[in-house]
């Protein structure tokens, strides 16, 4: 199997020549997308632009239509690979949360440790509350995701990730769903992770996230990588007039 | 004459109670109680009922019922995932069952599975489980093909991010279906399911086509050979007011359910 032979010199993504076409619809023309260990790189764009089925595309929840993704050298789509191994080194933040609402929080962050790890309860339960006090609920281990606000759903979404010890995470639009004066508190715990030195592909409409914690900021338009950069140089002084068009509607 | 709105609504429900009233009383006073009373409401044949109306007729019913229903609920389960699966065969497979046991009629499912597929096999019914196990199995076929669209839909009302976030912790498309989607599946489709039983109860009424033992008969039939050999119609009700013990409750039961799923939504 290949999938045992790490290569740890290999960059966390590589995305070579990718194309999705839903139908008659093509999503994305080709991107090519390299993110190092460490990097934090935000992807913004108009919605269509095809950043959300870039980032899909990278665990695999959207199927290639053409082109190869790289994971730790790792080939995810030649038919060969083991895909739910891989998987569990890749963290999934969704922007609806998608916590599953039959569990307890902390079941939420033990299940997919014991069935896939197959970690020992106590083991599970002692890095989920690990996990949790991460992203500041510790207290909120026994509640049902329904009775949490969605800024508290975000975080333990988050922990539940972290809890499969994944080397990079992906995060599609996390603050979108979030009422105003609840996306502060789950931008922190994306800062918090990236001062750590989480690698990261966020896509997202966090002008000021990307800005002041964002290694790279990549533009996309019409299933094209537009431009790409410093996040501060692109912002203030975007080079694309696709670009500016956008920034100018959203800053 | 302006009539406010709520006079008028009013006047329309008394108007409606007082219909309903007077047709009640029309019907008691112009029935014929004394030929009535004698035969459906006989104390004393009532009396004979007992105790074999409840020990043999009313246990068979809730036995043959929670048999049908826990294997039609697992062969549901099964064909359900079936016709959910991406693979052709098992879809078409699955599609082919559900439409053929719906379409029937239970009365001849059960004919067919206690009478033809013994000579079609060329075994004797009774080496085959006799009447009883044939006509249970022929009832199981029937409320499998019921409980594979109801459970179907509920799998399909779990949101499609749920698959994506187990999928993406690394669990398998089996693990995802077994700890994510049917549990929740299942919480959905309770009422549907508990109305289900309902109906199987009262299907197992038709079981007496595979043939019937002393021991084996259920609450119809019971009753209905009571009936024959009494020359009267009082076991018929009895059996009639059994059911509504068991019915009434369930479908009381389904109903509040509904509420307080409605609730935590």
Redesign the interface.
């Known amino acids: 199997m290949t999938t045992d032979l790490i290569d740890v010199h290999a960059p966390a993504i590589e995305v070579q020549g990718l194309v999705k076409t839903f139908g008659e619809n093509e999503v994305l023309k080709g991107i090519d997308l390299t993110v190092t260990a460490g990097e934090v790189v935000c992807v913004i764009g108009p919605s269509g632009s095809g950043k959300s089925t870039l980032l899909r595309s990278v665990?695999l929840?959207e199927e290639p239509t053409g082109g190869t993704i790289r994971i730790e050298g790792i080939d995810i789509t030649d038919p060969d690979t083991d895909i739910?191994?891989v998987?569990?080194r890749?963290?999934?933040v969704?922007q609806?949360f998608?916590?599953?609402?039959?569990m307890t929080v902390l079941g939420n962050l033990t299940?997919?440790q014991r069935?896939?790890?197959k970690r020992s309860k106590v083991e599970a339960e002692r890095i989920a509350h690990e996990m949790l006090s991460r992203v500041g609920l510790a207290q909120k281990a026994g509640a049902y995701p329904?009775h949490l606000s969605g800024g508290q759903q975000q975080r333990v979404?988050i922990a539940?990730?972290l809890c499969?010890n994944p080397d990079m995470m992906l995060f599609d639009e996390p603050t979108s769903a979030l009422d105003p004066e609840l996306v502060d508190e789950v931008l922190q715990v994306m800062r918090a992770l990236a001062d750590e030195g989480m690698t990261m592909l966020v896509v997202t409409h966090e002008m000021g996230f990307a800005r002041e914690v964002g290694s790279r900021l990549i533009f996309m338009d019409g299933g094209n990588i537009v431009e790409e950069g410093d996040p501060r140089e692109v912002l203030a002084n975007p080079q694309h007039q696709r670009t500016k068009d956008f920034l100018s509607k959203v800053l | 004459m302006a009539l406010k709105r709520t006079t008028k609504s009013r006047i329309y429900r008394y108007t409606v109670y007082a219909v309903l009233i007077a047709l009640v009383i029309w019907a008691a006073v112009s029935a014929d109680w004394g030929r009535l009373g004698a035969l459906f409401f006989n104390p004393q044949i009532a009396v004979k009922m007992f105790p074999a109306i409840i020990t043999t007729a009313l246990v068979n019913t809730l036995w043959f019922t929670v048999v049908a229903f826990a294997g039609g609920l697992l062969l549901g389960v099964l064909l359900a995932l079936m016709k959910l699966s991406s693979i052709g065969p098992f879809r078409w497979i699955a599609t082919v069952w559900i439409e053929l046991f719906r379409g029937l009629p239970a009365l001849l499912t059960i004919f067919g599975v206690a009478f033809i597929v013994p000579i079609a096999v060329g075994v004797p019914g009774k080496d085959l489980g006799g009447p009883v196990v044939l006509g249970l199995i022929g009832l199981v076929l029937v409320a499998s093909a019921y409980m594979a669209e109801t459970i179907r839909a509920g799998i399909q009302a779990v949101?499609k991010?749920?698959t994506?976030?187990?999928?993406?912790?690394?669990?398998?498309p089996l693990?995802t279906t077994f700890?994510?989607i049917v549990?929740?599946g299942f919480?959905i489709i309770i009422p549907p399911l508990t109305n289900e039983f309902v109906l199987l109860l009262k299907d197992t009424s038709l079981l007496f086509v595979a043939g019937t033992f002393i021991w084996s008969k259920e609450l119809t039939t019971f009753a209905r050979d009571a009936t024959t050999q009494n020359t009267n119609a009082t076991p018929l009700i009895m059996a009639a007011i059994l059911y509504l013990i068991v019915t009434i409750p369930l479908t009381r039961f389904t109903a509040w359910l509904e509420r307080r799923m409605a609730r935590?939504r």
């Open positions: 665990n929840l739910d191994r998987r569990t890749i963290g999934m969704f609806s998608n916590l599953f609402p039959h299940i997919a069935r896939v790890k329904g979404a539940r990730a499969m | 949101p991010g749920q994506e976030a187990s999928r993406s912790l690394g669990m398998s693990k700890w994510i549990p929740q919480r935590a």
